[in-house]
């Protein structure tokens, strides 16, 4: 099992603010821009009173370190504590890697992520890793499960590939909640183009609730 | 559909010779070289004569650059084109990402792959993030199949979580042929700890067989 990070991953506890990377930065191209900002629009509404509340979407920021745990009995070495990165914010470079924003809808329990898939993650010739749309899937299901459900692990991932993603552009994650069964949380996702048109992959997740324990080895 | 990468991957056409990720460098550990020892030796056997001739094993070696085709009508930028990497080898640092290095046993339509994991791989805190366990995954079967049925595109994975691998540690891949049904390959595959008494992921995959035509958007 693998825990999922919405919850985990807090900000590193020095005394400047950590970097937010679900922000827009200037590697965003024009599809990734205008589906942040139909998202982003809608987390904030005014009122008639022309007071500000929240709306029925939520943008969750996204750091790239989370708080080290020993865990299962073994420590990490100091060094690899130290120098640890999440795996979707690990490269500097804006727009090489993975650039994507999450916004979850608790009314319908829905969440989408708007992903900008960089250069350097190629698999077949011209088009992204299937192991990167993974991530992607994981990424988002997993946050998913953990905003509807608290701290969850990924007990199962199942993904249907059914046409290639091209380098270089934006495509959008959806995902809902099927079921929830005691500890377990199963989310479906869907990721297609910027216009829902074509059906790129297609996966269900399935989530197993748990305490900080599990991750310390209890 | 994702195409696999074994017989895509070819050396980038320059005049010098690309580098090959797959031999040992300074960052892989003691388990990781054993482990390459172990399949190495057996990749060149000695004659009672005092010749040399293939063994059971072969080691595969691993760019990261693959040639580039316009796909899907699409033409992909001349920057993206020219910058882009191979998901797995993108990271410039040893030992930060992916280390891993694959043999194939064609006699027992087999394959292993020893696998570091870097400090750049993490998920939840201290273990590795679950898309980076499907990114090898995906990479080791789809390498399995391209090996035993030519070009294949991944068409789906299953991967079922059982317990968490410690970031920094090196893991076993070790997939095998289930069935080979027209156009399709199925392949199962296990990540277990190094000496396989723990079982940390399991999946199986599906990968249909294509033409360069499929890539080409044909």
């Known amino acids: ?23 827009p930065n200037s590697s965003w191209g024009s599809d990734m821009r205008r589906l ?24 969750l920021p996204s750091y790239n370190r989370s ?8 420590y990490l070495s100091k060094i690899i504590q130290s120098k640890a990165r999440l795996f ?7 727009g ?19 992903f900008q898939a960089g250069h350097l993650l190629e698999g077949p010739p011209g088009h992204v890793h299937g192991g990167a749309i993974a991530t992607m899937i994981d990424t988002v299901t997993g946050t998913h ?16 590939y059914r046409s290639p993603i091209s380098l270089g552009s934006t495509v959008l994650l959806t995902c809902s909640l099927d079921k929830k069964e005691g500890r377990k949380t199963f989310v479906s996702c869907q990721v297609t183009n910027t216009d829902s048109s074509k059906l790129h992959t297609e996966a269900t997740g399935l989530f197993l609730s748990i305490t900080m324990g599990h991750l310390l080895g209890g």
Request: hydrophobic share 35%.
């Open 67 to 74: 708080l080290k745990y020993a865990t299962g009995g073994v």
């Open 88 to 94: 979707t914010r690990n490269i500097r470079e804006q």
């Open 96 to 114: 090489a890697g993975f650039e994507y924003v999450v916004f979850v809808n608790k009314q319908e329990q829905k969440c989408v992520c708007v």
């Open 145 to 160: 499960a953990t905003y509807l459900s608290g701290p969850v692990m990924t007990a199962n991932l199942n993904i249907n």
């Open 36 to 59: 942040y900002e139909h998202y982003n629009s809608q987390c904030e509404v005014e009122t008639d009173d022309g007071e500000k509340k929240w709306g029925v979407w939520r943008r």
């Open 1 to 23: 099992m693998e825990a999922s990070l919405s919850t985990l991953v807090l900000p590193w506890p020095f005394s400047f603010q950590p970097r937010d990377f679900s922000l």
